[in-house]
């Protein structure tokens, strides 16, 4: 590869994984306060289960239980779709700037709001829109886990009152802590990489295509964090625009799409501009 090239593929991932960083950080600010509200919510719903008669087996408890967390499975939805979309809109912007290298070259720019990203995220995404994601979220994490533990736990033996209490306080506590926060990470970054996406799109004069860049980092048993092997074996790979495997490939992944440009002879710039832009 010529250097210059080189030196230019460099300056596409660097911004990116520092844009990445900064989401991380949105990312983390925002669903502190989401999961605020999550876990009120779910301590209101353990207060209407524990203060009735609790249900005498599992159809009725999990029946009573997605009953009474609609509305959390609602606002949960509301406010994922709401900081993906924000996150989307600025992404737009930011990945703007970095194939503009900071205005030094004239691309053609896109505008979509937040208002728009919201619209994408309701819709089919991953074959998946956001409200059904939650719905099936809620129904792994908490639902199914409790079927399941309930079970065993009367085969031991165990009082279905005290197994029930301790179920629920699992199930309910798994789901504020892991998916809605899954859900939350998996959705700024859709909408992270269809802002990506869409300013590569808009540019199809300059760029050839996509490549795929990993977020290189070893894995741990014990936690379940590092890369996957799938987006392991992907990165560096390069796809025609319009076409490739989308990103996110799982949930909490963070690849990002790097564009593959035309030389910069064949854009018109001299080297001097670009060196001085990096």
């Not at 939650?134 to 009082?159: P, T, Y």
């Not at 625009?241 to 910069?264: D, E, F, M, Q, Y």
């Amino acid at each position: 590869m010529d250097k210059t090239q080189a030196d230019l593929d460099l300056y596409f991932l660097t911004r990116n994984v520092q844009w990445r960083y900064r989401l991380d950080q949105y990312e983390d600010a925002t669903i502190r306060e989401m999961l605020k509200t999550v876990r009120a919510t779910v301590a209101e719903i353990k207060r209407e289960i524990f203060d009735g008669d609790v249900p005498d087996n599992a159809d009725a408890l999990i029946a009573e239980l997605e009953a009474l967390s609609a509305g959390l499975r609602k606002r949960i939805g509301e406010d994922v779709a709401t900081m993906s979309s924000v996150a989307g809109e600025y992404s737009v912007a930011e990945h703007t700037a970095i194939m503009s290298l900071d205005g030094a070259v004239k691309i053609n720019t896109v505008a979509l709001s937040a208002a728009q990203f919201k619209e994408f995220l309701g819709g089919p995404t991953q074959g998946t829109p956001l409200p059904a994601w939650v719905d099936a979220a809620w129904g792994e994490a908490v639902s199914e886990k409790i079927r399941r533990n309930l079970n065993v736990a009367v085969l031991r033996g165990e009082g279905y009152q005290k197994a029930v209490r301790g179920l629920i306080d699992a199930g309910l506590a798994d789901f504020s802590e892991r998916e809605a926060i899954t859900i939350a990470r998996t959705y700024v970054q859709t909408a992270n990489v269809a802002a990506q996406m869409a300013v590569y799109q808009a540019n199809d004069d300059l760029v050839k295509g996509w490549q795929w860049s990993s977020v290189l980092e070893a894995g741990y048993a014990k936690t379940g964090r590092g890369t996957c092997l799938t987006c392991a074996a992907r990165d560096g790979r390069t796809y025609p625009l319009g076409g490739g495997p989308s990103i996110p490939a799982h949930p909490r992944c963070r690849c990002v799409a790097r564009p593959v440009t035309k030389t910069w002879r064949e854009l018109g710039i001299d080297r001097d501009e670009i060196e001085a832009a990096i």
